[in-house]
């Protein structure tokens, strides 16, 4: 169980235009879900905190009106990446988890390579 | 600041032989441990999670928890050269709310020498 899905795994858009990231729990529900964002050969960073129902939670730093997050069922979160401009390009991944991971960890989407021309 | 530390490598270990991965965090009242494997290119796979203090083994791996140090580690026996990747140290974040979010930590490359 715990398998999350992650759409698109790559994307390639013009400057200037919107991207849309989506990512499913398919075999249980998540009240929270997680984005994260990787440059190459560096670490994990998370960005925002997906609540079901509610506004996203965003780390310091990360712009919410850029990186729009929609949460609007117990299955589905999305990632909007408004006005994308090259430096946005990066390896974008989401994570959820039952039980707030407490107990089963989080499981990863297989991440969306964003490149930005 | 909560903070999760490893050593970034590269740890470098010929075939056969084990790998210790280290890992030491912040914040006493954490409760769950997670280890994670990333390839290079991939997403982050969970590999090992461990909540009580001693070892719990799975396989040819072992995490080992120690919280009055603040210490979590991982063993790989007889590692392979698929065993090569980052593997990251997570930490549920323990507080009020309990948002459940995972404070990981820079990774450790490890390489396994054929």
């Known amino acids: 169980g715990a398998v999350v899905s992650q759409h698109p795994s790559w994307v390639i858009c013009k400057s200037g235009t919107s991207v849309k990231i989506e990512c499913r729990s398919l075999?249980?529900?998540?009240?929270?879900m997680f984005w994260y964002r990787q440059f190459p050969k560096q670490s994990l960073m998370l960005m925002a905190t997906s609540n079901e129902g509610s506004k996203a939670t965003y780390e310091q730093g990360v712009e919410k009106d850029k990186f729009l997050i929609n949460h609007a069922s117990l299955t589905l979160s999305t990632l909007t990446v408004t006005s994308a401009h090259p430096e946005d390009s990066s390896f974008y991944i989401c994570?959820?988890?039952?039980?707030?991971?407490?107990?089963?960890?989080?499981?990863f989407g297989s991440g969306t390579r964003l490149t930005v021309v | 600041q909560k903070e999760v530390e490893q050593n970034s490598g590269p740890l470098s270990v010929p075939e056969g032989a084990i790998a210790s991965l280290n890992c030491t965090y912040s914040?006493?009242?954490?409760?769950?441990f997670f280890w994670y494997r990333q390839y290079s290119g991939k997403s982050p796979e969970l590999i090992m999670s461990i909540y009580s203090n001693g070892d719990k083994e799975d396989g040819r791996f072992t995490a080992q928890l120690n919280k009055a140090s603040q210490y979590v580690s991982l063993l790989i026996r007889d590692s392979q050269p698929s065993d090569s990747a980052t593997y990251l140290c997570a930490v549920n974040e323990h507080g009020s709310g309990n948002t459940g979010k995972l404070i990981f930590g820079q990774g450790t490359t490890l390489q396994v020498k054929p």
């Open positions: 914040d006493r009242g954490s409760q769950s």
């Open positions: 994570s959820a988890g039952k039980d707030r991971g407490l107990l089963y960890g989080y499981t």
């Open positions: 075999d249980f529900q998540a009240t929270t």
